[in-house]
Nanobody, 115 residues
Framework: QVQLVESGGGLVQPGGSLRLSCAAS????????MGWYRQAPGKQRELVAT???????NYADSVKGRFTISRDNAKNTVYLKMNSLKPEDTAVYYC?????????WGQGTQVTVSS
């Protein structure tokens, strides 16, 4: 079992920045990759960014150049630094741990970009 606890969401103006954190605990040795997904009202959950245990990253085209995913292995924590935020980035952001064949999810944190 893997437990994920997210933090760092909130309300920010367009052009602003936020950093999300996701702390993992439990069977962390089983995790192949971690990532962030988001779900806006009325839309399907979509991938934002992932990072493997080896440090390989992957980003959705819509966030490339604006968002950066990173990890601190000593703290078992993954971060998502979001810059130049746009109203269309508004969503609930979910942390994911890929511990194949099982996927684990955090409870979600709301990010609202609005003036």
């Amino acid at each position: 079992q893997v437990q994920l606890v997210e933090s760092g969401g909130g309300l920010v103006q367009p052009g602003g920045s936020l950093r999300l954190s996701c702390a993992a605990s439990g069977s962390i040795f089983s995790i192949y990759a971690m990532g962030w997904y988001r779900q806006a009202p009325g839309k399907q959950r979509e991938l934002v960014a992932t990072i493997t245990s080896g440090g390989t990253t992957n980003y959705a085209d819509s966030v490339k150049g604006r968002f950066t995913i990173s990890r601190d292995n000593a703290k078992n924590t993954v971060y998502l630094k979001m810059n130049s935020l746009k109203p269309e980035d508004t969503a609930v952001y979910y942390c994911n741990a890929d511990a194949r064949p099982t996927n684990y999810w955090g409870q979600g944190t709301q990010v609202t970009v609005s003036s």
